[in-house]
């Protein structure tokens, strides 16, 4: 067997098979209330980890894990975002607390 795991027997190739347990991306979230029809944002696998960040500053946004409770906030004047480990989350809704727009970057990952 080559380097550990690889295919290819080269340590410098890309890894080309196998599933991707990385998840990123930004939205802009204008609603001050969240959506009751569909969630703004689903990751398609159990995560490990989670981390959400405000890239907007003077703009507080409030998530949600169920369209209704409001599960964090995010104040970029304070905290630019926050991070879950060992949670389970598909589904984020996002809304507007204070301000006009935002932009909002999702990261997670697992290790299935």
Do not use: H
């Not at 890239?55 to 946004?61: R, W, Y």
């Not at 809304?95 to 999702?106: D, E, N």
């Amino acid at each position: 067997m080559g380097f550990p795991y690889d295919r290819s027997n080269n340590p410098l190739a890309p890894v080309t098979y196998g599933r991707n347990w990385n998840f990123f991306q930004k939205i802009t979230v204008t609603s001050p209330s969240f959506n009751t029809t569909n969630c703004d944002m689903i990751i398609t696998f159990i995560s490990q980890g989670i981390m959400i960040l405000n890239e907007t500053s003077s703009t507080i946004v409030q998530v949600s894990f169920n369209g209704t409770d409001i599960a964090d906030e995010i104040n970029s004047s304070l905290i630019s975002g926050v991070s879950y480990d060992n949670r389970v989350v598909s589904k984020i809704w996002f809304k507007i607390s204070s301000g006009a727009s935002a932009t909002i970057s999702v990261r997670a990952w697992s290790i299935q």
